[in-house]
């Protein structure tokens, strides 16, 4: 900055030449933009406008005074400007001539020192606690087929990333949105990946990890600005915060839905380990192929019970068959024997009035005939609901009935049910045959 501040080519003008308000303000804008035309200020960001037209208008203050300030549309700041924000500013000085009034144009800006930028950092986490920001916390899916990851295209942070995610799951697809991670522009950018894989239809990722290596408080600030931390918030994915080192610390790890020490660690949280997803796999197997063995065990036993219970039944119903059979050859010898007996003892008899004694013995053997019929019919009709009771059962509890079903039975070549593992090992190296609801086949 020039040590002599004086306008020394005001003399320019001459003694007695006179000047238009708008020549004398030119002239003075001349002579501030040509001393003041590069350098450096601090001050205390106040009365922050960001006007439609682009255009942001603040004003830089100390203790003692206060300067105008303008940032032109376009103009790319490394950080978002706030009242009450202490910053470093590089730009130039100039007038307005219409109002008479000095200003600084700026070009550059950043956080004034360390202890600054942790102040600003802690006022932030509080407001965007209070605004929501950080009440995500939702479950990852155990097995994702795509991860989405949003950082830098250049350095070793996304290769080691894809090595320990070769190690790990190799089953899994990477999308990459690289964008800058540092400088004026960074934020903007992870925003914009973040909403970008949001509006993914196809190969859509099932985790969003945003990454980058280590680095200063100040490398890191574009993690703490809130157009990141509102899109990590309201991201329909799950995130997985994987910036800097175990020790750094930005907001975007409050918002996102877990937070990883390291790029690496977050594929580490993000997939299964193949063995370990293998060594289920084979528990699952030995717990399904239990549990088949069991219903098949179970099954076995009931159509073994079954196939002695109607075994049991068949004997049951021969017997009574049996049974109704002797009663029925007994009834025929005792009609044929009450026969012979009536004619005999008629045989024997005097008979006096033969036709008046033929006539009462017909009615009384007539009336004899209709009870014993009756009799006999009652007989037969109990035996006979018996025997259709007995037949019911039967065929409710048929070997066929559960045939029908699907199920099947073996027997050996002497025609014995195989009832057990043992019995089916010690008869299978001989003739088998497999009972099936039309049929049966040998195997």
Known sequence: MPSNLAFDNIHIFGDEKILTVTELS???KDQIEENFKSLKLQGEVSGIKYHSSGHTYLSLKDNDSVINAICWRGTRLGITLEDGMEIVVKGRVTSYPARSQYQFIIEEANIAGEGALLK????????????????????LPKFPKIIGIVTSKTGAVLQDMRHRLEDRYPFCHVVVWPTNVQGTDAAEKIA????????????RPDILIVARGGGSIEDLWPFNEEAVVKAVFESRIPVISAIGH???????????DLRAPTPTAAIELATPVLSEVKLQISDNINRMKHSMLRIINEQNSRVSATARYLASSQSFIIAITQKFDDKAERLGIAIENFINMKTLKLSSQRITNLDHFISLKKQQFETQAISFGKLVKNYLLRYFEKFETFSNRLEQASFKKILEKGFCFITDQFGKTIETKSDFETAKSNNLTVHFQDGSSKI
């Open 120 to 139: 600003l950092l802690n006022e932030r986490k509080k407001l965007f606690a209070s605004m929501g920001y950080f009440e995500n916390h939702r479950p």
């Open 26 to 28: 030119l002239a003075i």
């Open 246 to 256: 175990e020790t750094d610390t930005t907001l975007i790890d409050y918002a996102a």
């Open 192 to 203: 914009l990946a973040v909403r970008g894989f949001n509006f993914m239809t196809e190969k």
